[in-house]
Nanobody
Framework: QVQLVESGGGSVQAGGSLRLSCSASRTTYSSYCIGWFRQAPGKEREGVAA???????VYADSVKGRFAISRDNAKNTLYLQMNSLKPEDTAMYSCAADPCRGIGFQGLNADEYNYWGHGTQVTVSS
């Protein structure tokens, strides 16, 4: 089992920045695939960014060049630096983790992950 706790959400004006954090309870987390997802009211959950096997990083097209995902294994923490925020980035952001032992793990598909945090709200005003 892995418990995940997000923090860092809040309200910001368009063009601003936020950094989200996701703390994990388990030291073997360092070998897991990890990702950030978001869900806005009335919309499906969307994969935002992920670190998958061998440290490869994937981003949704909607956030490329604006968001950056990183991890600090010594702190068991995942980060999402969000810059140039837009009102359409408003959503509940959640982190997810999975041992990703199987092949073909893509990273931005929510069905691939077994462990989830409860989320942190990000609101961007125009």
């Amino acid at each position: 089992q892995v418990q995940l706790v997000e923090s860092g959400g809040g309200s910001v004006q368009a063009g601003g920045s936020l950094r989200l954090s996701c703390s994990a309870s388990r030291t073997t987390y360092s070998s897991y695939c990890i990702g950030w997802f978001r869900q806005a009211p009335g919309k499906e959950r969307e994969g935002v960014a992920a670190i998958v096997r061998y440290g490869s990083i994937v981003y949704a097209d909607s956030v490329k060049g604006r968001f950056a995902i990183s991890r600090d294994n010594a702190k068991n923490t995942l980060y999402l630096q969000m810059n140039s925020l837009k009102p359409e980035d408003t959503a509940m952001y959640s982190c997810a983790a999975d041992p990703c032992r199987g092949i073909g793990f893509q990273g931005l598909n929510a069905d691939e992950y077994n462990y989830w945090g409860h989320g942190t709200q990000v609101t961007v005003s125009s």
